[in-house]
């Protein structure tokens, strides 16, 4: 490293703080091929965050072409110049973009594709226009690295590899190589807003600095481009462990003509996506987006973890964020959204990298069953809280794809059977629900509950395990027969016609074995609210469309009555109406999203409409027998020019100062995985006429009202008071017990030992007269032990 730093070195060290790029991408790429491990993402038509060695690990803050003619003007490519981006076919993601000069005197174009089977961003570039104004063109190569994923710690030095000068950046032992099929004129290494290039040309058009090194900063790196013989060129921008694999892969890329590689690269592409199933008619743009949703699903699968699909290569709101605060963005793996890629890529007819994504998770479960709430993709986590949900989608991944008899030689029974023994030991209540703010009793959490469940009850059954597929079923019905009563509040007020409808959660302490289950009682806490903003409401006024995935997956049915009452609710004070359709915020008061004024997202902000739910509920229009078009063009219509979905959508009237318009993406993610994913089923369920991530079992069981409604379940996070005559209560306990117990205050004993399952949860039913007058009383005996519990306990039979 050492020999690196030779001759002068930068002033100005170690740079003003570094910052991301804004996180709407208009591009993602990468080839198909595992052994390009490289992946680049494009804003504004120039080269943002590039990912290497693995999908959550970026590299550069961004590179750009500069322009001067070196007296009276200096353009910034992506600010300066107007931008056309097109791709280069159907499939692959490769990109064709034209930077043209507002004053029409030149025209940058560019091929950007990875190199097909290494590491190596490539830029076929053309320099256009009149010869004579070209001859005075300088033409200048930006780069900001942000090595090993900070911005802070980089160096950057100049250095002759194979005669030729290449400039590299590095952070430990990763380092980037760039270079280019034209050599460098000069070439620099500076520190950002001091010695950098930008900063060099604003003041007087010309590149006066060179700079051999700088160390262990905010750094950047330039060299203007010869273009004496010649207007067309390769840019190459390699990486590598260690300089001499940056500057190979560098050299190697460079080497062979672009066509070559260009051919090669949609080759690979074409034949990942040559199989999908034929959706074009049920789309409103003849399939385009819905081919690029599905190769933005496949690209966003690492190749050293096959199977790791993370959320999105973007980080939301990165232009205030830096090394501290945006470290993990949204290029992690959460299973709820890798699920949905998942299942996204089946509705697709793509089998292969939904079954890897499963062993992946399989390998990624933690010893209890449970799943860590987001984690780096070689499974350590970043955010440890726990959301119930998202041990459920990977049971419901693999009954998908046992259901396709596409599992092969992967059993995921165990991964399913820990899975369920987490839902049933942790559950009802999530500490976290799927906006990942509060916890209590969800209507989305219980909906992937109880389809989870009853998937899991499938599997057991076809392994011969009756008893273990009954036990959890029966749960499964616990679960619905109290999702009402935990999520439905009959003194709501949002719409005073309409006092009974869903909820968005019942707050619960999941650490309080009494939790209020009264949803006209409790209180929820928001966060992400404005300094001196209120921060407690009543959770009875506190909606979200959380409820229609009780219909998705066939636990009620379209046109039920209390949905249809909640989602007018949800409507009145939810929905957005914009030029392309609608599309609804998450929930009322929530303040994740751009702040009012159009600012970022900086701790608070106001929550803006995502069109991942214009998804869902179009999902719930089509199970009601109405009309999904406008729906489905909607989503289509909030899609970025390059065809990227964003997480949410400015839904204010325009605030140009900002850059928001209304009906176009916000600051926050995009694209975003879980909606491209969603509008792929939502086509699937257009096509099929049906909604895609139904069950039938579970259909079948709610539907047909065949699931139980007389259980009452005593748990130690969940200890009852008191149980309805009539019912039967289930004592349940993740160890095997002997239960001791009375009807009439000890004067009779009565002893039981607890049934055991497959999912390792023990249980002892009792039932619950009628004309009960005395307290049910019961203790433990722990067999495994050898020792009582030391502690009575009671449950009040209430009369019917």
């Excluded at 096959?306 to 290029?331: F, R, T």
């Excluded at 979200?544 to 009620?556: H, M, Q, T």
């Amino acid at each position: 490293m050492e020999m690196l730093f030779r001759g002068t070195e930068a002033f100005g060290g170690p740079g003003m703080p570094p910052r991301w790029t804004r996180s709407e991408k208009e591009g993602i790429g990468t080839a198909y091929h595992t052994a390009s491990r490289v992946w680049f993402t494009l804003s504004h038509g120039i080269l943002n965050e590039v990912y290497f060695p693995t999908v959550d690990l970026p590299q550069i803050r961004d590179m750009e072409f500069l322009i001067s003619d070196g007296e009276s003007f200096f353009h910034e490519e992506k600010r300066d110049l107007a931008t056309e981006l097109s791709y280069l076919d159907d499939h692959s993601l490769g990109y064709r973009i034209v930077k043209s000069d507002p004053q029409g005197r030149y025209r940058i174009v560019k091929e950007v594709i990875a190199d097909p089977y290494l590491p190596c961003v490539l830029i076929q570039t053309e320099l256009q226009g009149e010869e004579e104004f070209l001859k005075r063109l300088h033409l200048y190569l930006l780069l900001a690295p942000h090595v090993e994923g900070r911005g802070w710690g980089n160096a950057a030095a100049k250095v002759k590899v194979a005669g030729r000068e290449v400039l590299t950046a590095f952070r430990n032992q990763v380092y980037l190589a760039l270079g280019a099929t034209v050599p460098f004129l000069k070439s620099s290494c500076g520190y950002v807003g001091a010695s950098d290039g930008w900063t060099d040309l604003r003041d007087n058009f010309r590149m006066d600095w060179e700079f051999d090194y700088a160390r262990d900063g905010n750094v950047a790196l330039m060299g203007e481009l010869d273009l004496s013989k010649t207007r067309t060129f390769k840019v190459g921008l390699g990486f590598g462990f260690g300089l001499h694999g940056a500057a190979t892969t560098l050299l190697q890329c460079l080497s062979n003509p672009h066509e070559e590689y260009r051919k090669r690269f949609q080759t690979q592409w074409e034949r990942a996506c040559r199989d999908i199933l034929p959706m074009e008619k049920v789309s409103g743009d003849d399939g385009r987006l819905y081919h690029i949703s599905h190769s933005l699903l496949m690209a966003h699968e690492d190749k050293t973890y096959p199977g790791a699909i993370i959320a999105s290569m973007s980080i939301p709101w990165g232009e205030v964020h830096g090394d501290d605060d945006g470290l993990g963005g949204y290029h992690l793996v959460w299973t709820r959204d890798l699920c949905n890629s998942a299942t996204g890529l089946l509705a697709a007819e793509s089998i292969g990298t939904p079954l890897r994504a499963l062993v992946y998770l399989a390998a990624s479960q933690q010893p209890d069953g449970g799943f860590h709430q987001n984690f780096w993709i070689d499974g350590q986590p970043y955010w440890t809280g726990i959301q119930l949900d998202e041990v459920a989608f990977p049971i419901l991944l693999a009954w998908h794809l046992e259901h396709r008899g596409a599992l092969r030689d992967f059993d995921p029974y165990p991964m399913v059977l820990r899975a369920a023994h987490y839902l049933i030991r942790q559950g009802p209540a999530t500490p976290q629900e799927r906006w990942e703010e509060n916890g209590g009793y969800s209507p989305s959490t219980l909906a992937s509950n109880i389809a989870a469940l009853i998937c899991a009850a499938e599997f057991a059954r076809k392994r011969n395990d009756p008893e273990t597929a009954r036990f959890l079923e029966e749960y499964a019905d616990f679960l619905e027969s109290h999702v009402d009563a935990w999520t439905v509040t009959t003194q709501g007020t949002l719409v005073p016609e309409i006092p009974r409808h869903f909820i968005r959660i019942l707050p619960a302490d999941c650490q309080d074995p009494y939790p209020c289950e009264d949803p006209d009682t409790g209180t929820l806490i928001l966060h992400n609210q404005p300094p001196g903003g209120e921060f407690e409401f009543p959770a009875k006024e506190i909606v979200d469309a959380g409820f229609l995935e009780l219909v998705r997956y066939g636990i009620r049915k379209g046109g039920d009555r209390l949905i249809e009452d909640s989602l007018r609710v949800v409507d009145a004070v939810l929905k957005v109406e914009t030029d392309f359709g609608p599309c609804w915020r998450r929930y009322n008061h929530d303040g994740y999203g751009q702040r009012p004024d159009g600012g970022p997202y900086i701790g608070w902000g106001k929550g803006r409409a995502w069109p991942l739910l214009t998804g869902e509920r179009a999902h719930y229009e089509l199970a009601a027998g109405r009309d999904i078009g406008p729906f489905i063009r909607a989503i289509e219509g909030f899609a970025s020019k390059g065809g990227m979905l964003p997480e949410q959508i400015w839904d204010e009237p325009d605030r140009p100062e900002w850059g928001m318009s209304q009906g176009r993406p916000t600051g926050s993610a995009m694209p975003l995985m879980w909606a491209h994913a969603e509008y792929i089923k939502l086509l699937r369920s257009a096509r099929d006429g049906s909604v895609f991530d139904r069950i039938p079992a579970v259909a079948e069981r709610y539907l047909g009202r065949k699931g139980r409604k007389d259980l009452e379940v005593w748990k130690f996070n969940r200890r009852i008071r008191a149980a309805k005559g009539g019912k039967t209560l289930r004592i349940q306990a993740p160890a095997p017990f002997r239960l001791r117990w009375t009807l009439d205050e000890w004067k009779t004993l009565r002893d039981a030992d607890a049934k055991g399952t497959g999912v390792g949860i023990y249980y002892v039913d009792i039932g619950v007269s009628k004309l009960q007058k005395a307290p049910i009383r019961f203790t433990f005996y722990w067999l495994a032990e050898n020792r009582w519990e030391g502690n009575d306990f009671s449950v009040t039979a209430q009369a019917v």
